[in-house]
């Protein structure tokens, strides 16, 4: 069965620290796909990242980084120097090739807040 | 803009009424989901279309729920004898094939009193 974890409910931090969010994932396939996800508190989702199981590689797009580790089924996100406006609830999800309808399966989510 | 839109934002109803949502996706894409997210939860899958074929309903669509998208276009999410725990947010995505990222519409809101 498709599961995603995201074991840190909120996490507080002050500006220009760095966080990261937590994301532990468990599937029986072995092709999948792993996504981040942002939503501010606006309430719509933004599409952060999208990882292919094959693709092990760390990536970094500006203050945001991503580390894949599949030994221990986890897909983390880091922000760098933290600001105000990163302040949203971020979900990971994942979908997987046994399942056709690619629906994807989120985790609960973990609230970020950045006070000035 | 280009994005997927999703019409009324809010809905403010009461139980046993009917309401229906729309969701129109981004053009070129074959895919469109529903998702239902409830307060201090990720979403959960609702159903999906493949152009217009509905190719998959989760358990958590009772038969109160029904969808269509004709012409493989705009679909709509419609309720019927709405109850209080159908309060939801309720948000429509769409992608291009099966597992490219979704991208997904601001949602509506439905209350329920």
């Known amino acids: 069965a498709q599961k995603v974890t995201q074991a840190q409910t909120e996490i507080s931090v002050v500006e220009k620290e760095d966080v990261t969010l937590d994301c532990v994932y468990e599937?029986?396939?072995?092709?999948?796909?792993l996504f981040w996800y942002k939503q501010p508190p606006s309430g719509e989702l933004v599409f952060l990242i999208r990882?292919?199981?094959?693709?092990?590689q760390n990536e970094i797009s500006g203050r945001y980084s991503w580390n894949f580790q599949k030994s221990t089924s986890s897909f983390n996100f880091t922000i760098t120097a933290s600001q105000v406006v990163d302040s949203a609830v971020y979900f990971c999800?994942?979908?997987?090739?046994?399942?056709?309808?690619?629906?994807?399966?989120f985790g609960s989510g973990t609230r970020l807040l950045v006070r000035p | 803009d280009t994005g997927v839109s999703q019409d009324p934002r809010h809905k403010i109803t009461k139980r046993g009424q009917n309401v229906t949502f729309r969701c129109d996706p981004i053009?070129?894409?074959?895919?469109l989901y529903w998702y239902r997210q409830t307060l201090g939860q990720g979403p959960e899958f609702l159903t999906y279309f493949q152009n217009e074929a509905q190719l998959e309903k989760s358990r958590l669509l009772s038969d109160r729920f029904s969808a269509e998208r004709p012409k493989g276009s705009f679909s709509t999410l419609e309720i019927q004898r709405t109850e209080q725990g159908d309060s939801a947010m309720y948000l429509c995505a769409s992608s291009l094939g099966g597992s490219n990222e979704q991208f997904f519409g601001p949602g509506t809101r439905l209350t329920v009193l």
């Open positions: 999800a994942l979908t997987d090739n046994l399942d056709s309808s690619y629906k994807l399966i």
């Open positions: 599937t029986r396939d072995t092709t999948y796909y």
């Open positions: 053009s070129e894409h074959n895919r």
């Open positions: 990882r292919n199981s094959f693709d092990e």
